[in-house]
Structure formats: structure tokens, C-alpha cells
């Protein structure tokens, strides 16, 4: 029994461990300030409809996230004062609890990559067509379709912000929400350069063509009204919003695009029908968009910002995708790489994701 009790221990360790490094305690802080907030009698009746879908949804992954560690926690504290006890009979009961309660923390414990400070967030994800003509922008569709099957895949939902419509086939541009547990700890390795080897299906010699799309993948504020923008430093445009192949979405100018100009920093939102409404998320957005590039350029103010200066073509790929003359996907940073390529594009991005993480975990 005793050998059982110190492996009871030693769990019971790294379960607190764990604790720290995914700042549960904070999370359960939180979801006590939101349950409080949303069980008022007049929450939905007071309470902005978008923030209270928002509000309801972190209560929800927040109640999602804790609860299994607090009973993994609590099962290894209960197994402690039995083994306390000393009673030989339960020796058989007690060891088959604590297998299983070792197994409940075996499929948990991949949540200790995501303890990075956004790496719970929810995402915007921005896919770009490059250089490369249509072909780029065929690929930038490719790319959308890519990150769709893995939402379904994952249970992540998907909600398109805005869509730009290619020239004779795919995507300019396309902006998507995505939310669920560890979104932005799953896909920030995915912000970069993509870069598609194919035949193309675009001029008649059916030459083999090399393309780019740049994916950007931010995490969403949790709390972006602490974000403050002078009013003098943006631009707001707004436009009748159209779906693909030139239909109206709706008959008024309800699409919003804002310009950060000291950085030329664009965001357009098109999904809802309220041009106020794709206001607030459009500068949501931005606000989001706008720290993170602080982040990658080690500011702590937005007024020293410089623009984005990466460019979808040759040299700054962080992912190569060839199907012709064979196939392959090699990622840059991490060596992964796979022969598998339809796969890849069929939304199987697991392997991708856990090679660019351990990589960059030092594992």
C-alpha cells in the first residue's frame, strides 16, 4: 500500500503543478464573477445581446476546462486520507481508483502545452492570397477549406466575419471567428506563409505553379473595451456588403472596413446586417490584431507600432504543401513532414500542430 500511496502523491503533485501553469485558480475566479453576473434576474433583459452570447459562451468553456481537474484534484485528495487510514482490505479499491484516476489525467495533461498567456483564447483567423494570381487564390480557398474540416474535426465553431470573392476563383481574403478550448493554443503555430507546389488548373499548358497565401491567426481579446485607440488614428469605410458570384447580402451599407493608419492596418467585418454591429466587432478585431503585432515587435505601446511587413511570397514560407512531381508537407520550423498531403488538406492538421508545438517547447 505504501508504494501505491507515494504514486497517489506524486499525481497529486503534478496535478497541482498543472494548477499553476493553467492559472486555474484564476479561471475559477472568473467563472464565479460570471456566474454571478448572468444569474441576475434582469442579465438578459439589461444585457447587450452579442456580450451576453459572448459572456454565456466563456462561462460555458471556462465550466468545461476546470471541472475535470477539479475532480481529478479532488479524487487524489480522497484517495490521500484513505490511504491515511491504513486499512489494508481497501488496498485492491484504492489501487483500482487511482488507474483510473492516472488515466483521467494521461488525457488531460496535453492542456500543459497551452498555459502560454492567449493560448485559451478564442481566434480570428485572416487567410490572405499572395503572389501567385489566381492560383493564390484558388489556394487561399484551399487553405479556408483546409482549417473548416479541422474546426469540425475539433468542435470548434466557425463564424465568417468577412469574404472577398477571387477575381475568377477562389478567395482574396477571408476572415473567420473561430471558438472552442485552446483555439489560439492549437493555431498560432499556423500564422505564416503557406506555400502550394501544384499543377495549375489556371492556363492552358496546365504548368506546374508555385503560390502563397499568409495565414494570420490572432487571439481574441477578452476584455478588448481595456484597449483604448485614438478616435484621430483610424479610418472607418462603410459599403454595401456582397456575397460570392456578385449576389446582395443586404440592400443597405452595412459592411464596415476600419484603417489603423499609422500602421495601415485594415479590418472588414460583413456578417452581421448592423452596420453598428460590424462596427464594434470590426474594431474588436482590430484592437485584437493590434496587440498581437505589439507582442510580435516586443512593444508595450500601441503607439509605437510599425505595420505588418511580412509578404505572402518566395523566402518567408513557414510551410511547403508540393503536389507535383510528388507530394509532401514540410513545415520550416519544426522538420515535420508528411507524404500525405491530401490529408493534410483534409483538415488532419494534429500531427502539424503537436510537431510545431514540441518543437518550440524544446521537447
Given amino acids: 500500500m505504501e508504494e501505491t500511496k507515494r504514486t497517489a502523491d506524486s499525481l497529486l503533485n503534478q496535478v497541482n503543478d498543472a494548477f499553476g501553469k493553467l492559472k486555474i485558480d484564476e479561471k475559477i475566479a472568473k ?64 489501487s483500482d481508483k487511482l488507474v483510473l484516476t492516472t488515466k483521467a489525467y494521461d488525457k488531460l495533461r496535453s492542456q500543459l502545452r497551452f498555459s502560454g498567456e492567449h493560448d485559451s483564447s478564442n481566434v480570428v483567423m485572416t487567410i490572405q492570397a499572395g503572389a501567385g494570381g489566381n492560383d493564390a487564390q484558388d489556394w487561399a ?48 503555430g499556423e500564422h505564416g506563409v503557406h506555400r502550394l507546389v501544384r499543377l495549375s488548373p489556371f ?38 456588403a456582397g456575397g460570392r458570384g456578385g449576389q446582395s447580402v443586404n440592400t443597405t451599407d452595412s459592411a464596415v472596413r476600419i484603417t489603423h493608419i499609422p500602421t495601415g492596418t ?8 448592423s452596420q453598428v454591429q460590424n462596427r464594434e466587432t470590426a474594431l474588436k478585431v482590430l484592437k485584437s ?8 515587435q516586443h512593444l508595450e505601446e500601441l503607439g509605437d507600432l510599425k505595420g505588418p511587413n ?4 518566395w523566402g518567408n514560407q513557414i510551410r511547403s504543401y508540393v503536389l507535383h512531381p510528388y507530394t509532401m508537407v514540410k513545415d520550416g520550423r519544426s522538420n515535420y513532414s508528411t507524404n500525405d498531403a491530401q490529408k493534410v488538406l483534409d483538415g488532419e492538421l494534429g500531427e502539424l500542430i503537436d510537431a510545431y508545438l514540441n518543437a518550440t517547447l524544446g521537447k
Fill in 289 to 296: 490584431r493590434l496587440v498581437q503585432l505589439a507582442a510580435e
Fill in 31 to 94: 467563472r464565479q464573477q460570471l456566474e454571478e453576473k448572468i444569474n441576475q434576474p434582469d442579465y438578459w433583459q439589461t444585457t447587450d445581446n452579442n456580450l451576453a452570447q459572448t459572456e454565456s459562451k466563456q462561462l460555458a468553456d471556462l465550466v468545461a476546462m476546470i471541472e475535470p481537474w477539479q475532480e481529478i484534484r479532488r479524487d487524489l485528495t480522497e484517495l490521500g486520507e484513505f490511504f491515511e487510514l491504513g486499512d489494508a482490505s481497501m488496498q485492491n479499491d484504492l
Fill in 266 to 273: 485594415v479590418v472588414s467585418i460583413q456578417n452581421e446586417r
Fill in 203 to 240: 492556363n492552358s499548358a496546365n504548368s506546374r505553379e508555385t503560390s502563397f497565401a499568409m495565414v494570420e491567426v490572432i487571439p481574441e481579446l477578452a476584455a478588448p473595451d481595456e484597449i483604448e485607440i485614438d478616435e484621430a488614428d483610424i479610418r472607418v469605410d462603410v459599403y454595401r
Fill in 141 to 188: 480557398q484551399m487553405l479556408q477549406r483546409m482549417y473548416l474540416r479541422w474546426a469540425e474535426k475539433n468542435d470548434v465553431k466557425v463564424n465568417v466575419l468577412s469574404e472577398s470573392a477571387g477575381e475568377e476563383a477562389g478567395l482574396k481574403s477571408v476572415s473567420m471567428n473561430m471558438s472552442g478550448q485552446f483555439v489560439f493554443g492549437q493555431l498560432k
Fill in 310 to 313: 511580412k509578404e505572402a511570397a
